[in-house]
């Protein structure tokens, strides 16, 4: 099992930056792939964006593809995503996961969660 928790979340105005972070702790890191998603009041949980076990392999939803950057540190049991440009429609509550074999974009097919981080884009 792995245990993940969120930081990095905050309030920034319409074309700003933030870097989300994603600690693991509990089994080996770099034995899961790692993403992110996101869900808005009264929306469904959304794909962000995925990375592969070692980091090689990335894979973006439209809607934030070349503004934000996904990442992963195994040293460092860590992942990250840095959001650029952000708009107010990036506004929700981000979320990441990890599997082993996850089918990438599909959430229902990850098994640990962290808490969510709230990340609110003011226009």
């Known amino acids: 099992q792995v245990q993940l928790v969120e930081s990095g979340g905050g309030l920034v105005q319409a074309g700003g930056s933030l870097r989300l972070s994603c600690a693991a702790s509990?089994?080996?890191?770099?034995?899961?792939?790692m993403g992110w998603f996101r869900q808005a009041p009264g929306k469904e949980r959304e794909f962000v964006a995925v990375?592969?076990?070692?980091?090689?392999?990335?894979y973006y939803a439209d809607s934030v593809k070349g503004r934000f950057t996904i990442s992963r540190d195994n040293a460092k049991n860590t992942m990250y995503l840095q959001m650029n440009s952000l708009k107010p429609d990036d506004t929700a509550v981000y979320y990441c996961?990890?599997?082993?074999?996850?089918?990438?974009?599909?959430?229902?097919?990850?098994?640990?969660w962290g808490q969510g981080t709230q990340v609110t884009v003011s226009s």
């Open positions: 996961a990890a599997d082993d074999r996850p089918l990438y974009s599909n959430y229902a097919s990850y098994n640990y």
């Open positions: 509990g089994r080996t890191f770099s034995s899961y792939v």
């Open positions: 990375i592969s076990k070692r980091g090689v392999g990335t």
